[in-house]
């Protein structure tokens, strides 16, 4: 129940819990062995706690105690394992310093040097009690100083820091390493990924360790005798040799040769590299892999440069490992093709190193000047040291300082990511192109946008920033262009294939040859204003001139929700109130530090919030009940000081129309501006000026939204979801369809279709796909509607437009391709799927309006056309959920795929009723 280990004779322990105890466990033979008297109790078994055992299980010579719990329970007198151990001395009558503290909490590192400041902690005469390790707690000053990280005896141990991109293969490749070792030696072997938020693309960190001994290390490497970077992109973006060990080797996926190494690598990396006797090899595995015919797929070519790098195993023993791993993965799924490109990449990887002499001069080199230097201050000061991966040294009084302690965070800090991961990057031709903006609508990370310039703009505009003459109605008085974020874009390429223009205005271009539109960018974004003649939501084409609130998210590139999320905010963002619930949608929506939502110049933009994945309606439900009381004394102050002659037309014109989303910031507006002209002594009139400017920002309609994926809205939040689109209120509810749990991995959901495969449905799903909007419609008051951008952007605003203004709850469910479905044209071609979608039948088009009841019209609109002959099969059969049901269970994918077909057919034919009967 409670093992001990450490000193016979110890007068200091540590209390603690799973894995940290084998850091202490460690850290107690290192303080030993120094001179030390300490020790460490493991609890097993927590509940029932006996205290008989735990007491038999402290040596009768310990002073002092010192309790870790990995947990924070505020406004409690202690966290939970500190309590009983306090209890059980308190009971047994026995006399003993016993002090509590925090370790690990947002998934900190535990590091041994910090387990030696606990015991340091310990050994004063009196102990810090109530503390906290692993956080510089400068603001309550409960947290523990900690030295130096110390490297605990581990005969032999190797370890290794593998800096990947997510979806580039280095973390598959890493298992599979770390496989090879655990198996083909008699080595012991650790391996343990760190992934950042991004949904992919985003930052991968592989920590690994083998060696001859057991590994006690459940700790990130530091120190480390291999550290590789796999992404040229992060040579200036992350500290990466800091984590070498003197003479280790340092591996580097780039092209450069010494002249672009000494020009490109930043000072403070090449000194580290120095001083650090650092082993330097480059290898260029991009280009090896592009001349093999692998693409972008680098990691047979870096998996091979490391075994030969490491050199743990004979490399002979090693390729033959590699390449029977690689047999394995391949040769079923993907054929002897593939295999053989990748045994090219294993054999390519030993011969492509090249060794870098490091240049003694390096060693005296001195850093740069931070590039961060005009960046706000919050950008400069949080997140980019988060961005840097260096989040964890920051104070607390940081947070402080800036606001959020209370876990709010600024708006827009993603566009100071600057990620520059594509490969490549659409090019703009004006020449072809036909202004429609449909590259615009459907980018999922708004990386491209259309601009209109006047003449003033014109002038001021950067070299090389080409316009043409603005097409359409109320456009001639401007010149337009397309603008491309280099840094910003994924390289999904949805954009060049949506593009239909009749030779392609977009052409996917390496990034490094587009590097000179990032400042046409800025200007772009910055400096021309968005034109509020022509900007509107009243056709796609216009919308696109609307500034989106939502930019640069962490989504895969291609990510089919995203489009959606920017368009609703382009229409509403600069009122908007949304909820979000977990999922891929939270996962990008939110992820610190970056926020995608983001504001205008004015301020204005989207008051964005995750709380749970259950209760996500609900939770707007709350914001609009908050607001909706805030609202009521608004109005009541402002029909009194009307009546009290007091701004009254401003006054009036607001009780007029404050509602009206057209007028209402332009109402709202004049109302403060009027009011604030106005001094009063009368206690109830200044009470009640006060009142209304210390709450304007309440005075315009505001648009409340629930955002979430199928899981939640068909399956774990369908109770709350239900019940507020059953209060009649003003909530509108987006639901982004993907038919499985994205964010965890594709889980099946209510949504999934029959004959799909998805987790938890691994031999393809039985059972029929709920029909959500459906059950809606049933209440007769809810506005219900499924859009596929892809197969008509028109529909989807305009359904998007209705869900809005329509004065009770909105629902509009959106079908979103996802990686998840396995789609064989590749994610740059979502928005193609959803049109084929549509065309065959897979997914349908409505809107239910109940607002034209009123009008003795029929409230249901097919806006699908009937489904073109029997494609169904066939675009099944395009996409792996189903295609892996065909290849692994043929009869019974046949049997399902029926079942899938009638489903649809069915559905459609329910629909086609609604849409012919008559009011
Ligand atoms: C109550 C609860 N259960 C499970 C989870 C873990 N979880 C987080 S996101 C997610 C999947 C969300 O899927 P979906 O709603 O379809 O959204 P998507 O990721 O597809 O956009 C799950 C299961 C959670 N956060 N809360
Ligand atoms: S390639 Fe993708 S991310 Fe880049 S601009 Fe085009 S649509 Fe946007
Ligand atoms: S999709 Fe093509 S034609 Fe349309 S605006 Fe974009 S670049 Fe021009
Ligand atoms: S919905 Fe799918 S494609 Fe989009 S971010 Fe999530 S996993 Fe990626």
């Known amino acids: 129940m409670f093992n001990y280990y450490g000193a016979e004779d110890a007068t200091e322990i540590i209390i603690a819990m799973c894995s940290v105890t084998e850091t202490i466990r460690d850290t107690v033979d290192y303080l030993n062995a120094r001179g030390r008297k300490v020790g460490v109790i493991d609890v097993h078994l927590y509940r029932p706690f006996s205290a008989e055992h735990f007491l038999k299980a402290v040596p009768k010579t310990v002073k002092k105690i010192a309790v870790l719990d990995r947990t924070k329970e505020p406004g409690s007198m202690g966290e939970p394992l500190y309590q009983d151990v306090c209890t059980v001395y308190h009971e047994a009558g026995i006399p003993m310093t016993i002090i509590g503290g925090r370790y690990g909490l947002s998934s900190k590192d535990t590091t041994p040097a910090q387990m030696v400041a606990v015991f340091d902690n310990l050994a004063q005469s009196e102990p810090k009690n109530d503390f906290t390790v692993g956080i510089e707690d400068d603001v309550t000053h409960t947290s523990l100083t900690v030295g130096p990280e110390i490297k605990l005896e581990n005969k032999g141990l190797t370890s290794c820091k593998i800096w990947g991109l997510g979806s580039d293969g280095t973390v598959g490749a890493n298992k599979n390493s770390i496989k090879i070792i655990g198996h083909t030696t008699d080595m012991y072997t650790q391996a343990y990924f760190v992934y950042d938020s991004k949904k992919s693309g985003g930052l991968t960190q592989s920590h690994l360790r083998f060696g001859p001994n057991p590994i006690h290390a459940p700790y990130l490497v530091s120190g480390a005798d291999f550290v590789a970077c796999h992404n040229p992109a992060y040579i200036d973006k992350y500290d990466m040799v800091k984590d070498l060990k003197d003479g280790g080797v340092f591996l580097m996926n780039c092209g450069y040769d010494m002249d672009e190494l000494e020009k490109y690598l930043p000072n403070s990396m090449k000194r580290q590299l120095a001083e650090k006797h650092a082993q330097f090899y480059t290898i260029d595995a991009i280009s090896i892999a592009r001349e093999i015919g692998l693409g972008g797929r680098t990691n047979s070519v870096l998996q091979s440069a490391f075994f030969k790098l490491a050199n743990i195993i004979p490399m002979d023993k090693a390729v033959e490992e590699m390449k029977k791993a690689i047999y394995n993965t391949y040769y079923i799924k993907k054929g002897q093709k593939v295999v053989d490109l990748n045994y090219a990449a294993v054999d390519r990887g030993i011969t492509g190193l090249k060794k870098i002499e490091i240049p003694a001069s390096w060693a005296s080199l001195k850093d740069e000047k931070p590039t961060a230097e005009n960046l706000p201050d919050f950008i400069k000061d949080v997140v980019v040291p988060m961005n840097r991966q260096e989040g964890e040294s920051l104070p607390v009084s940081v947070f402080k300082k800036y606001g959020n302690l209370d876990g709010t965070w600024p708006a827009g800090t993603s566009k100071y990511e600057k990620r520059g991961t594509a490969v490549e990057v659409p090019e703009w031709d004006m020449t072809k192109c036909i202004q429609c903006n449909q590259c615009a609508l459907v ?178 439900y709350g914001y609009l009940l908050g607001q909706d009381a805030i609202k009521k004394q608004l109005h009541d102050k402002i029909t009194f000081l009307s009546e009290q002659n007091i701004a009254k037309s401003a006054c009036d014109a607001y009780l007029e129309k404050g509602d009206n989303a057209e007028v209402s910031r332009e109402i709202s507006d004049e109302l403060i501006a009027a009011l604030k002209t106005v001094k009063s002594g009368n206690k109830e009139i200044s009470e009640a000026l006060d009142f209304v400017a210390h709450n304007e920002e309440y005075l315009t309609k505001k648009s409340v939204w629930a955002f979430g994926g199928d899981g939640w809205a068909y399956d774990i939040g369908y109770g709350g979801l239900d019940h507020v689109l059953a209060s009649g209120r003003d909530i509108n509810v987006l639901v982004l369809d993907t038919e499985v749990y994205s964010n965890t991995g594709g889980q099946s959901s209510k949504s999934t279709a029959a004959g799909a495969i998805a987790k938890f449905s691994a031999g393809g799903k039985e059972t029929k796909k709920k029909d959500l909007g459906m059950m809606a419609m049933s209440y007769g008051y809810v506005y219900v509607a499924q859009v596929a951008m892809g197969a008509d952007p028109a529909q989807t605003l305009r359904a998007i437009r209705e869900a809005e203004a329509y004065p009770g709850p909105s629902i509009v469910i959106a079908y979103c391709p996802c990686i998840e479905h396995g789609m064989k044209c590749g994610m740059g071609k979502s928005q193609m799927e959803e049109k084929k979608a549509v065309d065959v039948g897979y997914w349908h088009l409505y809107r239910y309006n109940p607002d034209l009841k009123a009008e003795g019209k029929n409230p249901f609109t097919l806006d699908s056309k009937t489904p073109t002959g029997d494609g169904l099969a066939d675009f099944m059969r395009t996409e792996n959920r189903y295609a892996a049901l065909e290849l692994s269970f043929p009869e019974k994918s046949k049997r399902l795929f029926d079942k899938a077909i009638s489903d649809s057919q069915e559905r459609y034919e329910s629909y086609k009723r609604l849409a012919e009967k008559e009011q």
């Open 443 to 620: 980018c999922p990370h708004a990386a491209i946008r259309p601009v209109l310039l006047d003449e003033e703009e014109l002038k001021k505009a950067p070299a090389a920033f080409d316009t043409t003459g603005a097409k359409g109605t109320g456009l001639q008085n401007y010149q337009y262009r397309m603008q491309v974020s280099p840094y910003d874009c994924s390289g999904c390429g949805s954009c060049a294939n949506i593009c239909p223009a009749k030779e392609k205005a977009l052409t996917m271009k390496p990034l490094a040859t587009q590097l000179q539109e990032a400042a046409k960018w800025e200007f772009a974004v910055n400096d021309v204003t968005v034109k509020k003649d022509v900007a509107n939501s009243k056709t796609v084409k216009n919308s696109q001139f609307l500034k989106p609130y939502f930019e640069f998210s962490g989504a895969c590139a291609g990510c089919g929700e995203t489009p959606y999320i920017k368009l609703v905010t382009q229409l509403f963002g600069d009122r908007m109130y949304i909820t979000n619930a977990s999922g891929c949608s939270s996962a990008y929506g939110g992820s610190t530090p970056s926020s995608p939502y983001c504001t205008d110049k004015k301020g204005f933009g989207p008051a964005w919030a995750m709380s749970l994945f259950e209760d996500n309606a609900e939770y707007a």
